[in-house]
């Protein structure tokens, strides 16, 4: 459970030694733990119905790491991946570790700019793209000064021609029975993947994580091995490296699909495979609940449902713990791309709180002025991992810096305050937060506010400067459920004034659009609606 020093205004989750070796590299604990339950399936193709058992992928890593090796690939390499969740990509990125190639994921949406400023960045020698951006992985490798002899290409599927299809890494060598994972150096220093900074607020930078790191994310095991696991997210997002990871540590069984989110996509899936774990941003399960076929569907596989990459509203947690009610319940997860997971409300939930500090990790709430605060108290969270050191943002050392408090602890952004009982609450992002008139506006407190409006979907709230740019005016814009009421700009105004204080109210207005920009993974890109806004794409 969490505990708190008063003295020191810390906060800290549970201690509890890694039962995996973070001195280890990931490779070794990877074909390690697969040997131990060879015929469990590890893997389900949602697309094809194809399955995997762990005997399998260990063979798959086998062969695609000494056909790399061969090719001179190893340690201090960096690929990047910009594909979607395809039969082979599970092997392709643990063989990449296993030799000590970090891989960095990129949203197989990238265009050729948004892809080269990341190749850029990383140096990348090998790219493993899709059969449908191949073209624009090109592109990006020319935009970035790459030639063919600098970064090799490969297609997971579909490939144009032989000599870029990545199938040639996982042909026979004839001595994969000798193989043995060796020990790459230090796993506290050496880079395991490297993930892209969620780039809503900016572009994005390079997380570097460590062996150490992966494998401390990993600090006991769960039960999972006793139903299937789904998450949509590619591996651009943390969350789809974390459940891939899960499936070789806590001995479960991912079912993947090439196709991103839909509600059809989802009803299809559970009726076919009944999902026990499920993961989801809070916007993919507002879209099943307010889906009519939720209402015909069988939801009793689901145990636990997880919620996170945005602030949760009360009324979301409230609709999903009602469609799973009996046999499984939702829960909040609070992480950054930089620390990984920092809490959950595992035991017990609070309206509102994000959950308890997790296993290993210490917050501090500080002031701006750097000065720790106490109970009660709202100010930025920073955190630390006991005993793993944030690496860094790729090779730039001033963002490392500026991340990082006088302390050495990472700067999160969010703005949040504990509770007597060491529950976390999240205010608003740092960067989001505005003014008008001096008095300080929160938009998730405003939207948190609009949500409970029935035939509300999604509704981002940002400020708008007045005519002499003195302050900011409270602005709302809102995608209407697709059956809801036809709300109107008039109705949310008054319940807005009704439940908040005057500086909070629409001043600015209320607005209407039949969708918002979002990453891949269902944020809302505030700074993209508040451009829109600028500009008078919204209207």
């Known amino acids: 459970m969490t505990s708190y020093d008063r003295d020191r205004r810390i906060w800290s989750g549970p201690r509890q030694p890694c039962v995996f070796n973070p001195e280890c590299n990931y490779g070794q604990i990877v074909m390690n733990l697969l040997?131990?339950?060879?015929?469990?399936?590890?893997?389900?193709?949602?697309?094809?119905?194809?399955?995997?058992?762990?005997?399998?992928?260990r063979l798959r890593i086998v062969?695609?790491?000494?056909?790399?090796?061969?090719?001179?690939?190893?340690?201090?390499?960096?690929?990047?991946?910009?594909?979607?969740?395809?039969?082979?990509?599970?092997?392709?990125?643990?063989?990449?570790?296993?030799?000590?190639?970090g891989f960095n994921a990129l949203a197989p949406s990238f265009?050729?700019?948004?892809?080269?400023?990341?190749?850029?960045?990383?140096?990348?020698?090998?790219?493993?793209?899709d059969a449908d951006?191949?073209?624009?992985?090109?592109?990006?490798?020319?935009?970035?000064?790459?030639?063919?002899?600098?970064?090799?290409?490969?297609?997971?599927?579909?490939?144009?021609?032989e000599e870029c299809a990545v199938d040639q890494l996982f042909r026979t060598t004839g001595v994969e029975h000798v193989f043995y994972p060796k020990y790459l150096g230090d796993s506290y220093n050496l880079i395991a993947n490297i993930t892209c900074s969620s780039g809503t607020t900016g572009l994005p930078k390079g997380v570097c994580y460590s062996h150490a790191q992966t494998i401390a994310g990993f600090c006991k095991v769960a039960n999972f091995d006793d139903g299937i696991c789904l998450n949509f997210s590619t591996l651009y997002w943390g969350t789809g490296v974390y459940v891939l990871n899960m499936a070789v540590m806590n001995n479960s069984t991912r079912l993947i699909t090439r196709r991103p989110f839909s509600t059809d996509l989802f009803f299809e899936l559970i009726r076919k495979y009944k999902?026990?774990?499920?993961?989801?941003?809070?916007?993919?399960?507002?879209?099943?609940?307010?889906?009519?076929?939720?209402?015909?569907?069988?939801?009793?596989?689901?145990k636990f449902w997880a919620l996170g990459a945005s602030n949760v509203s009360e009324s979301i947690r409230d609709t999903v713990d009602e469609l799973v009610r009996g046999h499984g319940r939702s829960y909040?997860?609070?992480g950054t791309s930089e620390s990984g997971f920092l809490a959950a409300d595992f035991f017990k939930r609070k309206p509102n709180a994000v959950g308890k500090v997790g296993t290993n990790m210490q917050v501090r709430i500080l002031d701006e002025d750097g000065n720790p605060l106490g109970v009660g108290e709202q100010g930025e969270v920073v955190v630390q991992s006991l005993g793993i050191k944030f690496l860094g943002y790729y090779k730039n050392e001033e963002a490392s810096r500026e991340a990082l408090d006088k302390e050495g602890w990472f700067r999160t952004g969010d703005i949040g305050y504990f509770d007597e009982e060491q529950y976390l609450y999240l205010v608003d992002r740092k960067k989001d937060i505005f003014k008008y008139?001096?008095?300080?506006?929160?938009?998730?407190?405003v939207e948190a506010v609009i949500e409970k409006l029935p035939?509300?979907?999604?509704?981002?709230v940002t400020g708008l400067p007045n005519e002499d740019k003195t302050s900011d005016l409270v602005t709302a814009v809102i995608q209407r459920e697709p059956t809801g009421t036809q709300l109107t700009a008039a109705e949310v105004i008054d319940h807005v004034a009704k439940h908040l204080s005057d500086p909070k109210h629409l001043r600015g207005g209320v607005f209407f659009v039949e969708e918002f920009p979002m990453t891949t993974n269902g944020k809302i890109i505030r700074r993209k609606v508040r451009q829109m806004l600028l500009d008078g794409v919204i209207d």
Not at 455 to 460: A, E, F
């Open 133 to 161: 951006n191949y073209d624009t992985v090109q592109v990006a490798t020319r935009k970035v000064g790459f030639g063919v002899e600098d970064c090799r290409i490969f297609v997971m599927e579909n490939a144009p021609n």
């Open 455 to 460: 035939g509300v979907q999604h509704v981002c």
């Open 63 to 101: 062969r695609a790491a000494q056909n790399l090796t061969k090719l001179g690939y190893g340690v201090g390499d960096i690929a990047s991946v910009v594909a979607v969740n395809s039969e082979n990509l599970a092997p392709l990125v643990l063989a990449l570790q296993v030799i000590g190639v």
């Open 275 to 302: 999902i026990r774990f499920l993961y989801t941003p809070a916007s993919y399960a507002a879209a099943i609940a307010s889906d009519p076929r939720v209402a015909g569907t069988d939801l009793t596989s689901i």
């Open 35 to 57: 040997e131990r339950s060879p015929d469990k399936v590890i893997q389900i193709d949602g697309d094809t119905g194809a399955t995997m058992t762990r005997a399998e992928m």
């Open 332 to 334: 909040n997860f609070y």
């Open 111 to 129: 265009d050729a700019d948004e892809m080269a400023h990341m190749m850029r960045q990383t140096e990348s020698k090998l790219v493993f793209c």
């Open 437 to 445: 008139m001096g008095n300080q506006v929160s938009p998730s407190e």
